[in-house]
């Protein structure tokens, strides 16, 4: 069975501080086939965060739908992916990342988030060899759909035309899954 994430929204990052802690909460309410979600965290005084119109002092991060997909027409395909960097030679960017970080960086992301490998370009398109570092690859086990590789998988292309500007997405239309990522993957783009 597959699952299909729908409508998801960006509102606000969830930023902490080296040493802060905060409550986060996944809140999942059943709605006929399929399940809506928010991503909300505890904000004190500070914001405020409406639960059945009443004000509380939570933020709400991203919101969406999740549905099951049970269409065994969806066929997993194999995808050569040597065809796909042939068509993609226009350019070509390697990563090596080093441990500091410079000031006035748009915005600094844990260690997970350094797994772009190599992304290659073409005419409005693009491959990106993604892939964690050996000490977080056992993070697979317990995240299914990793959000680091996600946040790059459908972000890659956007952030590095732009000559590496920063990109962020503020929602995703639809997202089907198939199966759970894997430490190592690609993402095609275009």
């Not at 049970?70 to 080093?98: F, H, V």
């Not at 056992?138 to 590789?149: E, M, Q, V």
Request: hydrophobic residues 35%; aromatic residues 10%; contains cysteine.
């Amino acid at each position: 069975e597959t699952a299909e994430i729908s409508d998801v929204f960006f509102y606000t990052p969830l930023m902490l501080g080296d040493d802060e802690n905060r409550e986060v909460r996944t809140i999942l309410e059943p709605k006929g086939d399929e399940i809506e979600f928010q991503v909300i965290s505890e904000v004190g005084s500070a914001g405020t965060y409406k639960v059945n119109n009443e004000e509380t002092g939570w933020q709400k991060h991203a919101a969406g739908k999740i549905t099951g997909n049970q269409q065994q027409s969806d066929i997993l395909k194999c995808i050569n992916i040597k065809d796909i960097e042939a068509k993609c030679t226009e350019r070509e960017i390697n990563y090596n990342y080093r441990k500091s970080n410079p000031a006035g960086k748009f915005l600094e992301l844990g260690p997970r988030w350094e797994n772009k490998k190599r992304i290659k370009f073409g005419i409005n398109q693009g491959v990106a060899l993604l892939e964690l570092s050996p000490e977080f690859a056992a993070d697979i086990k317990t995240y299914k759909l990793h959000p680091a590789l996600l946040d790059n998988a459908t972000s890659f292309l956007l952030g590095a035309m732009q000559m590496n500007q920063q990109y962020l997405p503020f929602s995703y239309k639809k997202l089907v899954i198939k199966r759970p990522l894997q430490p190592k993957i690609f993402s095609i783009a275009h």
